[in-house]
């Protein structure tokens, strides 16, 4: 798109009682967003829905001069702005509800247009969830798929790792600027995804993460992919509100069963109960996507932890007994036969070899 509309369409979302739907119906109305800037005020006064002081800013040139300080401001980001009129915004984000009349885009834009699974979920994740994360979106990372989730602490997070440790593509689209990285604990990742996938958004440069963004972010989320993949989440979460999105926009919903007595399993049983997909494998999310269920990896397959790092026959029947869930050295007793002082040796020589987790209270789990 030539620069000179998405300078007219910049101008347009900076007048203020305009909105995007606003912009769209006098772009609509003249035939152009520039058309619309050039109209006289006598004849803006005569279209529906435009307020007295769009009509003021239209006539006063602030939102010009407001365009033209963020075009700068952008440019020295390395960030590029999309108009929702250009061939390269995704095709399937126009076709939801008020899709995002501009995006600001850092980094690989051409990932926003390629077939996409977003994965969202609890904050406070348990770390049965981050590692369900993190091995799905790798695994679906490996096969082709852009990871699209919000970069918040916990299941986004490690959806956003797993992508990345697959050398597959990820977008995280913010409730900020782009130019902002939100939460501060996710700044090294945030640096990571703007190298290697895309960051996203909506909003002008250095807009502040407020609350009421996120539930709009979401709507993007669900827009840009072909289904949602839920990882964790209470009775009452945003990402439900992301699913239900999802199925708004008829997308496929997924959601990964938990622990019957975790609160933060609530919400996805819900969704399972409610007829969302349930996911054990990465298979069960393929066969959904149209010309993914067969398609090979990009990278090599990863393989079962047993079959890269060498075991003796007791340390193979330790680890078989191990699960993501954390267990405790006397179930590993009682099962194996083995005494305390030998199973304790067992376990801590696959900790020291990176296979055990050890965990409060003498328990222990699978390492990711």
Not at 123 to 139: F, N, T, V
Request: charged content about 20%.
């Amino acid at each position: 798109m030539a620069g000179d509309e998405i300078r007219d369409w910049l101008t347009l979302s900076f007048v203020p009682g305009l909105g995007p739907a606003g912009c769209r119906a006098l772009a609509a109305h003249y035939g152009g967003p520039g058309q619309a800037l050039r109209a006289g005020q006598a004849s803006l006064a005569g279209v529906p829905g435009v307020r007295k002081e769009a009509l003021l800013a239209l006539a006063n040139g602030v939102s010009r001069q407001k365009a033209d300080e963020e075009l700068a401001r952008t440019a020295a980001a390395g960030v590029r702005i999309i108009a929702w009129t250009d061939s390269d915004y995704p095709a399937l984000l126009r076709t939801i509800h008020n899709p995002p009349l501009l995006l600001y885009v850092k980094g690989r834009a051409a990932l926003l247009s390629e077939p996409g699974v977003g994965v969202v979920g609890a904050r406070a994740a348990s770390d049965y969830g981050r590692k369900a994360a993190h091995r799905l979106a790798g695994q679906m990372a490996g096969r082709g798929l852009v990871i699209i989730s919000g970069l918040a602490l916990g299941i986004d997070a490690a959806a956003h790792r797993g992508a990345l440790a697959a050398g597959g593509g990820t977008v995280a689209v913010l409730g900020s600027g782009v130019d902002v990285a939100y939460p501060e604990q996710n700044r090294q990742l945030y640096e990571q995804i703007g190298a290697h996938g895309a960051l996203v958004s909506e909003y002008p440069m250095s807009t502040a993460p407020e609350a009421f963004r996120f539930p709009a972010r979401n709507r993007i989320i669900s827009g840009l992919c072909q289904g949602i993949l839920v990882v964790e989440a209470a009775r009452r979460s945003g990402s439900l509100i992301t699913a239900q999105m999802a199925l708004e926009q008829g997308r496929e919903v997924f959601a990964v069963p938990g622990r019957v007595d975790s609160m933060k399993s609530e919400g996805t049983h819900r969704l399972l109960q409610e007829g969302a997909k349930l996911v054990h494998t990465v298979e069960d999310i393929l066969e959904e996507l149209p010309g993914h269920g067969g398609r090979p990896r990009r990278g090599p397959v990863v393989a079962a932890v047993a079959d890269v790092v060498e075991m003796t026959p007791d340390e193979e029947l330790v680890f078989a007994l191990l699960d993501v869930y954390p267990k405790n050295i006397e179930e590993i007793i009682l099962a194996t036969g083995f005494s305390a002082q030998r199973a304790g040796e067992l376990l801590m020589l696959l900790e020291l070899k990176g296979c055990v987790t050890s965990m409060p209270g003498k328990q222990f789990q699978k390492s990711d």
